[in-house]
């Protein structure tokens, strides 16, 4: 019964807008909290100075960037097999933020490389999957765009979604199974996180920041949408 509810446009839009200023208000003082930590109290690295400190942007960037799209193609197969509209309209909201966020990775990454590894770029696994995914961001959109039909696009993007979550565990997996330039994951390493704990902290304080904009910011979109769709609907039947 919660689940039908839950669902449901008005009880979505209801539930919606009782989150999104509490997401964006919490959004912003861990942000501000986690920028003070991160340039002003986290330590310089002994090999990188200064320049570790674009983590705080890249890293929760990078996770989010895979995370969205693995979220799209969750809403995908559910939409796919139930059939409710509501699931491609979140995974539409989450779809352009999704792009956002992996173009940042790719950005910071850069500017971050290059005085690390003496190279803006390199065409090895890890960036190149990631410039993958940014494609598969900007062809989703693409494709939800170029359908005049709601029905048809919901079919389309879904389907591509599906099809493109294979490039995530390529992400993952890439540092690990091939020659890079890029270093294996000291968040999410086997023992446990290998950061130092002044670095620790801004690190997770910023994921948090970044996890609240986004919750808030797919919640502002996914009503946007309904609204648009609901308003088009009450024209054509004019």
Known sequence: MFFKRLISYKYFIRL?????????????????????????????????????????????????????YMFIAFMSVMYLIFRIKLFPVIARATAVLGAVYTLITLVTGAIWGAPTWGTWWVWDVRLTSVLILFFLYLGYIGLDSAF?????????????????????????????????????????????????????????LMLIAYLLFTVGYILLKSTHLIYKEQLLQAYTRQ
Do not use: C
């Open 16 to 68: 919606a807008k009782r989150i999104i200023p509490w997401a964006f208000l919490l959004s912003a003082l861990f942000a501000a909290v986690g920028l003070y930590y991160g340039l002003f109290d986290s330590p310089r690295d002994y090999q990188q100075g200064d320049t570790v400190r674009i983590m705080y942007i890249h890293v929760p960037a990078a996770i989010l960037s895979s995370g969205l």
């Open 148 to 204: 005049e039909d709601r029905e048809k696009a919901n079919m389309g993007i879904s389907i591509l979604a599906v099809i493109g979550v294979v490039i995530v565990p390529i992400i993952k997996a890439s540092v690990y199974l091939f020659a890079t330039l890029h270093q294996k994951s000291t968040l999410f390493a086997s023992g446990g996180p290998s950061l130092d704990p002044a670095m620790f902290k801004p690190l997770m």
